[in-house]
């Protein structure tokens, strides 16, 4: 048989896993990065023998570009369309460090008046393999991207809200000339600070390989439909999977390791220059987790000793809102497992209208904070005159909580004026450490209306179950909330509520002290039980 017949018939059952365009074109059109001259060896600059042999499968009219077993060190490898990168077992891309390799990452693309969101999510052509525009496109098989040199911090945002900001119109300069005249923006040029980026495309698959340290963002994808993220293990040190301003995404069957940030997350920030809404987003079948970075991939799942700023510890976690300037609509998390991490969070803070979410079959193992909260808040760092967003119809069905902190309950807080509505929260089992006292019982948490998504300013709150505070039609039904130490705080506090139902509680509090009403009305408790 042929080389090529017999590449072929290794690899002919990848057009059943592309997009139907994408495979019509690209059915046994492969295209061997070697024979443009790529080593393999950790040692040569294989990117531009990567991008050589992309080239080709375009001019070809689209192809499977395929890296054969061995290690690939590399600059920004560009993804078209109608092109699949398969990493063979065995095959790594690394990626390479400017400071000692000759050669450079692609420039940040987009120059913004205002960057409202940090430098790494502002950009993709700084990443280690991205597609701009790009349609019909996967990233698929079990080899590994390895991005140890890649950057895990960066010069953050631009905007009004900070002090001493000027636009570029005022300094008389292009919106390039005024984001260069900070040094920690021109320190990046020509550096990377993203495994995988994407922006502007359509039909895109990513299965089966394994991003170890990912930079700031494993995977970031802005604006980006009908797009498929399966069977993918993430071990970083920063974000593992990001899905900004995004619609009809499904990520499933994912392994995340992200002790010192968030493991998926959904957002919608401003990097696009417009709000645009994040929706029809799937996240199933998943697992989470804060171990230490790279212990995930090695087998040991050693502890992190990360606190993060507020000194709470890992995050790990997935999170929906860290920037919601366009908003969240029809959102599904389901049949997860968050193991050793932060609790799952939701909300806005940047304007924005956050609806129709729900949370289900959810297995959450020692979480280090609030298992379930939502929040809503006024940061706004977003164009001027943006006004507060709102938080409805979101539903938390059938989650299990073993080993919470019990300072930490689960909740639900708006600000002044702004509250979340329509929550529900149903066969809820919390087991958490107690150890509650009659102060924090009759602590009144501080408000912040705006912090960011994080609720940690709120410290320990007046219920060992469940808190809520600026809220509107409340539903708690079927929820057990059971501690192991004895605890001095209700089950659950209503604060600042108006509108809200108990039913089916089970607690080991006194069930005449079980629900607590502070300042808050039509508050309906049918049966409670000591647990």
Request: glycine fraction near 12%.
């Amino acid at each position: 048989m042929p080389l090529l017949d017999r590449r072929a018939f290794g690899f002919g059952a990848i057009a059943l896993a592309l997009p139907a365009a994408a495979a019509a074109r690209t059915a046994g059109a492969f295209f061997d990065v070697r024979d443009q001259g790529a080593r393999g060896d950790g040692v040569a600059i294989d990117s531009g023998a990567i991008n050589r042999a992309i080239a080709a499968a375009v001019k070809a009219g689209g192809g499977t570009v395929v890296v054969p077993a061995g290690r690939y060190l590399c600059f920004s490898i560009r993804l078209q369309s109608d092109i699949t990168l398969l990493l063979s077992p065995g095959a790594v891309i690394v990626a390479a460090d400017p400071a000692i390799h000759h050669g450079a990452y692609d420039l940040p693309e987009v120059e913004l008046d205002e960057q409202f969101q940090d430098f790494g999510i502002t950009h993709i052509h700084n990443s280690l393999i991205y597609a701009d525009g790009a349609s019909n496109i996967a990233i698929l098989g079990h080899g590994r991207i390895e991005g140890h040199a890649l950057d895990r911090a960066d010069p953050g945002d631009r905007w009004h809200g900070r002090a001493g900001w000027q636009s570029p119109a005022a300094l008389g300069v292009t919106p390039r000339v005024a984001r260069l005249r900070d040094p920690k923006e021109r320190a990046m040029e020509g550096r990377g600070n993203k495994a995988i980026g994407l922006r502007d495309c359509r039909n895109v698959v990513l299965r089966d390989f394994t991003i170890l340290i990912g930079g700031h963002f494993g995977v970031m994808a802005h604006g980006v439909s009908n797009m498929v993220l399966e069977n993918l293990t993430v071990d970083t040190d920063r974000d593992g999977i990001d899905i900004d301003c995004c619609r009809d995404v499904r990520v499933a069957n994912c392994l995340v390791n992200a002790p010192k940030d968030d493991a998926i997350v959904i957002k919608s920030s401003y990097a696009l220059g417009r709000k645009v809404a994040c929706e029809n987003i799937t996240v199933t079948g998943c697992k989470t987790s804060g171990y230490l970075a790279g212990s995930v991939v090695d087998g040991s799942f050693r502890p992190s000793d990360y606190g993060s700023t507020d000194s709470v510890g890992v995050l790990g976690r997935i999170k929906l809102g860290t920037e919601s300037n366009g908003g969240f609509r029809n959102i599904i998390i389901t049949g997860c497992t968050c193991e050793n991490t932060r609790g799952i969070l939701i909300g806005v803070v940047d304007g924005g209208v956050l609806e129709d979410v729900t949370v289900s079959n959810i297995i959450l193992r020692n979480p280090v904070n609030h298992p379930l909260f939502v929040h809503q808040s006024a940061r706004l760092r977003a164009p001027a005159g943006t006004t507060v967003g709102a938080c409805r119809r979101i539903r938390f069905d059938g989650i299990t909580v073993s080993g919470a902190d019990g300072r930490y309950p689960c909740g639900v807080a708006g600000i002044p004026g702004y509250d979340v509505e329509d929550v529900v929260f149903s066969e809820i089992d919390v087991t958490s450490g107690g150890g509650g006292t009659a102060s924090d019982a009759a602590a009144l948490p501080p408000e912040q209306p705006r912090a960011s998504l994080e609720v940690s300013f709120m410290r320990t709150l007046p219920a060992f179950g469940f808190y809520a505070r600026h809220a509107r039609r409340v539903t708690l039904r079927n929820a057990s909330f059971t501690t192991s130490r004895p605890d001095a705080r209700p089950a659950v506090v209503f604060d600042e509520v108006t509108g809200a139902i108990v039913d089916g509680l089970a607690s080991p509090s006194a069930v005449a002290g079980a629900v607590v009403s502070r300042t808050s009305r039509d508050i309906v408790v049918g049966i409670v039980r000591t647990a």
